[in-house]
Each structure stands twice: as C-alpha cells, then as structure tokens.
C-alpha cells in the first residue's frame, strides 16, 4: 500500500463549478500537508499548506485536513480555465537529525473548460 | 533571482550513452533533490543532498549517480542510459526545518532509444 493515495482523474469540471481534489495517507507521522499545482511542461509550485486538522483558505482556495480520518482535500470555489493543471498532494514526516522526508500523490489532473 | 534552472530542457539518447543533467539554485538553500516523474507513479525521489557535501539514496537510485558541487550545484548522472530512464526529471531545493517546501525546477525531458 502506496503511504499517499490520490485519484489521478482526470477530472473535467466546467468553469465556474466548485471542485474537490482528495488524498488519503497511511502514516501517522506526517506533519505537513501541501497541495503543488503543476502546469504543463512545468514544475510543481506550491499552492496551500497546513499542518492541523481543521481549514484553511486562501481566495478560491481551501485546504482541509482531516488527522482523524487521514484524509485530506483542496476546494476551488468558481473554478477556471486558468486553474486547469495536474494538483499533487505531498506530506511531510520528520527523518532523524532534522531533516524530512516529503511524499508526493500521484496527481490529480483537472481541466476546466470555459 | 532565477531559483532552480536546469539544463538541459530536452535530450535523446541512444541505449547505452551518458550524460549528466545540471541543476543549480540561487535562494541559498541547504538541501537539494532529484526526482523523476512518470505517468501513473507521480514524483519518485532518486537521490537527495541534506547538505553541502552529503548525499543520500532515495526510492528509485538504481542507474543513477549524483554530485553536490558546492551548495548551489547538484548533478545527476546516467552512466549507461536505458529506455527505463525515459522520464522527466525535476531538480528542486528547500532550506532545512520549518515547512519543507520545496522548489522546483522547470525540468528535463529525456528520451532513451
């Protein structure tokens, strides 16, 4: 069992729609939650992060994570073409002398069409 | 500032033939990565250096070596490429502690005949 679990999609929502994107993870030790959007032929950026259950938001945008359940998921409130890209969850876990390992999702690809 | 260039953008080569992809980042940052991504397996981790002068295996490192230049600089070399490696590869750098968010390249496509 992979420790994060995303649904790859592709997921096609029109513009305007309100969208989820989910993961699922199996460890515990993870502190971190992070959402990177990945344009084509890019790089990932990051785009949210959290590191307590409950929400946050930022503009169209809101994280939520659920510690108990160990779920977590990305809200985008009227969504747009613009916003059209592949979302890759990715969780932190401590490794020894200070340092951490990140996991990544497989990504979630999402178009919206106008 | 730039943040995290990588050359080249594209690459062919032949089964068999090496090369070395270069990575640098100018945010001073402790920690750098590479990773290679494929459809269906997301980013996989190949070789990471904490810091100046470390390096350490990550999940998939068989076929690969790398180099930490100096802190700005961290190289992966393919000494004997195999069609295995085509992949697109993304160099990313983060400072230590505190979030862990991670930089990336705009990566390398490469394509192994």
């Known amino acids: 069992q992979k420790e994060v679990e995303q649904d790859p999609g592709p997921l096609s929502v029109p513009e305007g729609a309100i969208v989820s994107l989910n993961c699922t993870y199996s460890?515990?030790?993870?502190?971190?939650f992070m959402w990177y959007r990945q344009y084509s032929r890019k790089g990932p950026e990051l785009l949210m992060y959290?590191?307590?259950?409950g929400n946050k938001e930022d503009g169209r945008f809101t994280a939520q994570v659920d510690k108990s359940s160990k779920y977590i998921s990305l809200f985008i409130r009227d969504s747009q073409p613009s916003d059209s890209a592949t979302y890759l969850c990715?969780?932190?876990?401590?490794?020894?002398?200070?340092?951490?390992?990140?996991?990544f999702g497989t990504g979630t690809k999402l178009q919206v069409i106008p | 500032n730039a943040g995290v260039t990588q050359t080249p953008k594209f690459q062919v080569l032949k089964t068999g033939q090496s090369m070395t992809l270069q990575c640098a980042q100018d945010m001073n940052h402790n920690s750098m990565y590479w990773y290679r991504q494929d459809p269906g397996m997301g980013l996989r981790l190949i070789y990471y250096s904490a810091s100046e002068g470390t390096t350490d295996k990550g999940e998939v490192p068989n076929g690969y070596n790398v180099s930490r230049l100096n802190k700005r600089e961290f190289s992966l070399r393919l000494e004997s490429a195999a069609p295995s490696q085509t992949s697109v590869y993304f160099c990313a750098s983060r400072t230590t502690g505190g979030l862990g968010e991670q930089y990336f390249g705009p990566g390398t496509r490469l394509t192994v005949t």
């Open positions: 990715a969780m932190n876990s401590p490794l020894s002398g200070g340092y951490q390992k990140v996991t």
């Open positions: 460890n515990s030790a993870f502190q971190y």
């Open positions: 959290t590191y307590s259950s």
